[in-house]
């Protein structure tokens, strides 16, 4: 089946650094989403992208759409300690098809 | 804003012992999820509901039933915990196809020992 693939498993940052974290797949997704998940919370929805090529913001997260429609990115810019977690990306290919999730990556801030 | 609850942030069971994790949604959504997520091996997919009253399986629905007798609840049964459905429990719900972008609960901690 599809997979995403995100690597590494764990990265380590300084505060104020800026982090960048890729999703690829083999097949081609329509619609892609960053998630992050805090600590014994549930994924929640940092950006979504509808459109190959598309560039969105969402304060310091910008993340990227990729043109051949088989990856993704998710940058943060000037971390601070509450951005640790874990950072999940999903693709959706429409109707009667689920999303597909990348393992996510745990991003530790050190202060 | 969407919200999805969990009836449960943790729970401890005896092995044996039925469990239901009850989700509520109040989008209106069609469309309803219960993941188990556990470490290194990301968020699988047990059931999901596109309609009150149907189901289909996900990726690991052995263990598991569901029930969705309402649009706004979907609720996730053990029919007889095992230790190793030890697990931290999502649910979560989209409009439109299942394919659309998935709004997630806080999650329920399951112990079974």
């Known amino acids: 089946g599809q997979q995403l693939n995100q690597s590494p498993q764990s990265m380590f940052i300084q505060e104020g650094e800026d982090v960048s974290m890729n999703c690829t797949s083999s097949?081609?997704?329509?619609?892609w989403l960053w998630y992050k998940q805090d600590p014994g919370e549930g994924p929640v929805l940092l950006i979504a992208?509808?459109?190959?090529?598309e560039l969105t913001s969402n304060g310091r997260l910008t993340a990227q759409f990729g043109i051949t429609r088989k990856d993704s990115f998710l940058n943060i810019s000037a971390s601070i300690p509450s951005d640790v977690g874990i950072y999940f990306c999903?693709?959706?290919?429409?109707?009667?098809?689920?999303?597909?999730f990348g393992k996510g990556i745990t991003l530790s801030v050190r202060p | 804003d969407v919200k999805v609850t969990q009836s449960s942030r943790y729970l401890v069971k005896r092995t044996g012992e039925k469990v239901f994790l009850e989700c509520v949604q109040d989008?209106?959504?069609?469309?309803m999820f219960w993941y188990r997520q556990d470490p290194g091996l990301g968020l699988r997919l047990i059931y999901f509901?596109?309609?009150?009253?149907?189901?289909e399986k996900g990726d690991i629905p052995e263990g598991y039933s569901v029930s969705r007798e309402k649009k706004e609840r979907f609720s996730l049964i053990l029919e007889s915990a095992s230790t190793n459905q030890t697990s931290m429990y999502l649910c979560?719900?989209?409009?439109?196809?299942?394919?659309?972008?998935?709004?997630f609960g806080p999650g329920t901690r399951l112990l079974v020992l």
């Open positions: 097949s081609i997704f329509n619609t």
């Open positions: 979560a719900s989209s409009y439109g196809s299942p394919g659309e972008t998935q709004y």
């Open positions: 999903a693709g959706g290919t429409g109707a009667n098809s689920k999303l597909t």
């Open positions: 509901s596109y309609d009150v009253k149907m189901k």
């Open positions: 989008m209106d959504h069609e469309n």
């Open positions: 992208l509808y459109k190959a090529g």
